[in-house]
């Protein structure tokens, strides 16, 4: 006689539609306050026992809300143009600036949750370049490394300012444009 695994139950609607708060209000906070879980729960309008039920560890809020990032970001690169898209990608990068801070102290930058995460980002960069290049908006000299470059240097890099990133990346822009 051979046991069956039990069969995981589908989720509710409502405990999917507190997921989705607890993530968007994740974002928000993080951006903003840093990593303070009730501060998320809070934002969300739910308790903090529902936000442990979906996430028992700031890390795994952390994983959710980059990884729905940049799933999010994947899907976009479908349809997007490039300079869209990365004023979006400077937004995301905005959000995880503060989860890093926040989270620094558990966070293994080598791990294989962010490879595989720069990897999917790395994806829908080359694709947004070819087609860029493609049709003639973006400079065939600029490879997609480099716009990848300029995303980090301008949120992670020395001085890096939020409140002057998205005029850096204007600047970047319009000299990445085709003459």
């Not at 973006?138 to 890099?157: E, F, Q, S």
């Amino acid at each position: 006689m051979s046991e069956q695994a039990p069969k995981s139950r589908k989720p509710r609607a409502d405990q999917l539609r507190n997921r989705a708060r607890l993530l968007e209000a994740a974002r928000e906070v993080f951006r903003g306050e840093g990593g303070n879980l009730e501060a998320v729960a809070r934002k969300a309008g739910l308790g903090i026992g529902t936000l442990y039920r979906n996430f028992p560890t700031r890390e795994a809020l952390f994983q959710a809300v980059y990884a729905h990032e940049v799933e999010t970001l994947e899907q976009r690169a479908q349809v997007d143009g490039l300079e869209d898209w990365m004023r979006e990608a400077l937004q995301m990068m905005a959000t995880k600036r503060g989860m890093v801070a926040a989270l620094a102290p558990v966070i293994d930058p080598e791990s294989s949750f962010i490879s595989d995460q720069s990897l999917r980002m790395r994806g829908a960069v080359a694709q947004l370049h070819a087609r860029a290049v493609a049709d003639g908006t973006v400079r065939p000299d600029v490879t997609p490394d480099d716009l990848m470059r300029v995303l980090l240097a301008i949120n992670y890099g020395p001085g890096a300012d939020p409140a002057r990133s998205s005029v850096l990346l204007d600047v970047f822009l319009a000299g990445l444009r085709s003459a």
